[in-house]
């Protein structure tokens, strides 16, 4: 019963490295989305999308890419990574609809550090 | 624009009290409004959920209440446990948006003391 499964967990970056985070969810949910957490800020959306091939911009889609090429998966890449960017992200997913009975479920996190 | 706003930012309490959380929201056109519980370096996990229609939604010792019109809800632990401390964050769908495109409050800090 994995549920939503972020990957990796822990990373450090240099300033202009890029990479990729990865979420995966079994729960067969159309909708996917990547938030981010900082001290203060609270969780802010960065990208969701509504299904397979979709991506659609967020509350802080700055600096971030996405793409989701399977119904399952959902990344997000960091191109030029940049100390601003050090947080802790998370992925979710939900069934598609509005007002109904449908929870948002979310990964463990990653927790990015950018030095 | 839609803002949830959770007071008090932190709260400690002894073993065995009841407590309450707040929540409040500044649009009241909300499909539902769901509660979370975080764990320190841990994901969030899903409490309750609350449609607009329902004014009241149990699980266990949590009860969470929803009154759309004064803009607030209320998540209510009875006997309260030293493992009941955690990060508690509400959030509403985004107007327009799907469940999980969420506004977030910046969450209630719970500790309960042995």
Same mark, same amino acid.
């Given at each position: ?112 550090? %950018?030095? | ?11 400690? %309490? ?18 539902? *409004? ?13 409490? *309750? ?12 010792? *949590? ?46 800090? *719970?500790?309960?003391?042995?």
């Amino acid at each position: 019963n994995a549920g939503v499964t972020q990957t990796p967990k822990f990373r450090v970056l240099k300033t202009g490295q890029s990479m990729t985070l990865l979420c995966a969810q079994d729960m067969n949910h159309e909708y996917m989305y990547w938030y981010r957490q900082d001290p203060g800020m609270g969780l802010r959306l960065i990208h969701y999308s509504v299904g397979e091939g979709t991506t659609a911009k967020g509350e802080v889609p700055d600096g971030y890419n996405v793409s989701r090429l399977k119904k399952q998966n959902f990344l997000l890449g960091l191109e030029s990574a940049a100390p601003s960017q050090t947080s802790v992200y998370f992925c979710a997913s939900s069934p598609p609809g509005q007002g109904l009975p449908a929870e948002a479920f979310f990964g463990q996190g990653t927790r990015l550090t %950018v030095v | 624009k839609q803002e949830v706003t959770q007071i008090p930012a932190a709260l400690s %309490v002894p073993e065995g009290e009841n407590l309450v959380l707040n929540c409040s929201f500044t649009d009241s056109a909300i499909y539902n *409004l769901q509660w979370f519980r975080q764990d320190p370096g841990k994901g969030l996990t899903s409490l *309750l959920l609350i449609q607009s229609s329902q004014r009241e939604q149990t699980s266990g010792r *949590l009860n969470a209440s929803l009154d759309k019109s004064s803009g607030r809800s209320t998540l209510y632990i009875a006997a309260s446990q030293p493992g009941d401390s955690a990060t508690y964050l509400c959030a509403v769908p985004r107007y327009g948006g799907s469940q999980g495109n969420l506004i977030f409050g910046k969450g209630t800090k *719970l500790s309960v003391k042995p």
